[in-house]
Nanobody, 123 residues
Framework: QLRLVESGGGLVEPGGSLRLSCAAS????????IGWFRQAPGKGREFVAV????????SYSNVAKGRFTISRDNAKNTVFLQMNELKVEDTARYYC????????????????WGQGTLVTVSS
């Protein structure tokens, strides 16, 4: 069974950067389509970005385009979310998930989720 563990969250000032990591543990050696979501206090879960198994295809939400970059290192079974030009409204718990394909993840039909990592953007 695939287990996802997020890390890299923390407190950052507006305009700053953070890189989140999602480590996928699976003894089968399979690669998975991985997405990032976030949930701000009092709000629903929101899609952020998704990357294909090969890493050759990516998709972003409007709030992420131009500021966030998703990437992966399959040798380390890890997916990253580089977040630049952070804003106060980016404050949220960030989760990674895996699914059958990019479309399924974007539609919210992920198969499994990590526990999340908290990002706080504040001066």
């Amino acid at each position: 069974q695939l287990r996802l563990v997020e890390s890299g969250g923390g407190l950052v000032e507006p305009g700053g950067s953070l890189r989140l990591s999602c480590a996928a543990s699976d003894v089968s050696g399979n690669y998975y389509t991985i997405g990032w979501f976030r949930q701000a206090p009092g709000k629903g879960r929101e899609f952020v970005a998704v990357i294909s198994r090969s890493g050759l295809s990516e998709s972003y939400s409007n709030v992420a385009k131009g500021r966030f970059t998703i990437s992966r290192d399959n040798a380390k079974n890890t997916v990253f979310l580089q977040m630049n030009e952070l804003k106060v409204e980016d404050t949220a718990r960030y989760y990674c998930s895996h699914g059958q394909d990019m479309g399924s993840i974007i539609d919210g039909n992920s198969d499994a989720w990590g526990q999340g990592t908290l990002v706080t953007v504040s001066s």
